[in-house]
C-alpha cells in the first residue's frame, strides 16, 4: 500500500508493514502493532496503539505523528513490567502533539503501583518532542480511571512521553449531614475522576479503628459524595483517603 490512506470513521487496525502510507486522521480510530508512514491529524480521530492485552508489549510504529487539538491519543496502560508495560507509539522520526487531548486507558483491573513509570510515546533519534497535549503541561497531573499519574515530555531516554504514577494530595472533607432517611452524607473535594475511599469509626480514641464503607468518584468539578445507610451508633467520624 502507498500513498495517503484518509480514515474518517471506523477503526483501521495496522498490524503489517505500510511504511510508505500516510494516514490523515479526518475520524475513527487507528489501531494496531505494525508499521505506517506518516501520522497526520486533519479534522478528528483517535490514536490508539497496540492491540491486546498485558501479555504483549504493544507499540504501533510511525515515520512521523502529526497531532492537533481535533484528535485524541488514547493509549492502555497494562503492566509494571518494562517489558511489557503498555500500548504505545513509537516513533522513528518527529512528534508533534499540537494541543491534542490525551485519554489514558488502564487494562481491565490493573492498578499501577505509586512511582511506577510508562513510556506512551517512544520517539527514537535526538528531536524533542514538540508540543504539549492540551492542558498538560510538563509535569502536569492527569487522572485515569481513579489514579493519578505526572506526565513528562523528557522521560525515558530524553525524550519521550512517560506517565509517573503518583500519589493524590489529600481531599477536604466538607460536610457531614444526616439525611431525612437516617443515613449519613459525607462530602469532600477532590481532583475530578479520582476515586476516593471512604472510612468511619465510632471514636477518635487511639489506636483509632478505622473500617472502610466503601468508595466514591469526584465529579468534574472535583465533589464527591458518599451516602451511609443508617447505623446503631451514637457517633460515628468519617474521613475520605485519596488514591
Not at 4 to 12: C, M, Q
Not at 33 to 41: D, E, L, P, Q, Y
Request: with cysteine; charged share 10%.
Amino acid at each position: 500500500m502507498s500513498g495517503t490512506t484518509i480514515l474518517d470513521d471506523g477503526e483501521l487496525r495496522m498490524d503489517g508493514i505500510q511504511t510508505n502510507s500516510t494516514i490523515r486522521l479526518d475520524g475513527g480510530i487507528v489501531t494496531g502493532r505494525g508499521f505506517v508512514g506518516h501520522i497526520t491529524a486533519n479534522s478528528g480521530g483517535t490514536v490508539a496503539p497496540g492491540f491486546g492485552g498485558a501479555q504483549y508489549e504493544s507499540a504501533l510504529h510511525c515515520r512521523n505523528v502529526t497531532l492537533n487539538p481535533a484528535t485524541t491519543f488514547r493509549p492502555v496502560l497494562t503492566s509494571s513490567s518494562p517489558d511489557f508495560e503498555g500500548h504505545k507509539l513509537q516513533v522513528a522520526g518527529s512528534v508533534i502533539l499540537g494541543g491534542s487531548q490525551l485519554a489514558v486507558d488502564l487494562y481491565t483491573t490493573f492498578k499501577p503501583t505509586n512511582s511506577a513509570s510508562f513510556v506512551i510515546i517512544d520517539n527514537d533519534g535526538n528531536d524533542a518532542i514538540n508540543g504539549t497535549f492540551a492542558g498538560l503541561p510538563e509535569g502536569a497531573t492527569i487522572p485515569a480511571e481513579g489514579v493519578l499519574f505526572r506526565i513528562s515530555y523528557a522521560g525515558g531516554t530524553g525524550n519521550d512521553v512517560v506517565l509517573t504514577r503518583v500519589p493524590a494530595p489529600p481531599s477536604n472533607m466538607s460536610t457531614v449531614a444526616k439525611m431525612p432517611n437516617g443515613q449519613m452524607r459525607v462530602s469532600g473535594l477532590g481532583i475530578p475522576g479520582l476515586i476516593y475511599t471512604i472510612q468511619t469509626t465510632t471514636n477518635l480514641i487511639p489506636v483509632i479503628q478505622w473500617t472502610q464503607i466503601g468508595t466514591t468518584t469526584a465529579a468534574t468539578d472535583g465533589y464527591f459524595h458518599f451516602l451511609q445507610n443508617p447505623t446503631a451508633s451514637p457517633q460515628r467520624f468519617y474521613r475520605a483517603i485519596s488514591p
